[in-house]
């Protein structure tokens, strides 16, 4: 099936949606994560001796006369920083399909919203894409600009219009996806991983265990029409996007219910290989999503 070329619409508009996290930022750029930095922030750390930390305006009274023997304390705060928020995105040959959603669409308007949600939070927003290797077409490097959420939603635009004028979509995998979460370093980030998964299980396996050091949140693209709304009965000719098989199958209703319990099972698989391996509860992303769905899923799901 052949998909019409990505395009923003010209009502399009980044939604915000906002997220959270529970680990400390070692970063020294000021933003809304806590840190484990003292210095002039609002989050009380303790007491420390006024020798330690010479300013006298912190000074606690009632902390001091109960020392023993007795000493000056001042308080202490920690200071807030800012994280590193990566898009890592699939952009191999299935991630192509086109149904009832376009999810060429949806990558283009979720990783720019994605974009505009962290800058406006305080945060560095990067983007990495991989299929057989690392596309660096697609690369951001983190970047605090206000204008990063549009020079974004461009930039995947017109890669998808590139990788759909030149050589076929078919043929291409998902294999350099570990490298690419490999490649952003010691430091921890908040990663969410775009695809539909529909990967080997040593692929997904060296793909989660790369990226173990940071905070990955998996973004599962599925459209429906892949395994639903089949022909009733009659032979059907089905393609592989990424190997370019193809088989025949003769449909009838015991295939029809074989097929949506396989998706079935498939969806509990996934959602249990994301617990296992210590990521976030995978986030479904459907057609039409709203900005209010994914704030609340970000929220409670806190690893």
Known sequence: MTAA??????????????????????????GATLTTHHGNGSDFAGFAPLLACPDPKRIDIRASVRTVPRQWLVRTYLERAAVRVYAIIDVSSSMFFAGEANMRQQVTEFVSSLAWSANRQGDAFAMRAADDHEQLALQVLPSFQPGTAQAVAQQITRFWQQAATTASADGRSARAMPETISSLGPQRALVLLLSDFYWPEALLQQTLQAGQHHDVIPVVLRDHTATAGLPAFGWARLRDMESGEQRSWMLRRGLHQQIAEHAQQQKQALNARFLKAGTRSPLWLNPGWRAEEVSRHLMESMS
């Open 5 to 30: 070329p990505s395009q923003l619409h010209a009502s399009f508009e980044p939604r915000q949606f906002f997220y959270n996290i529970n680990w400390r930022s070692r970063a020294y750029h000021a």
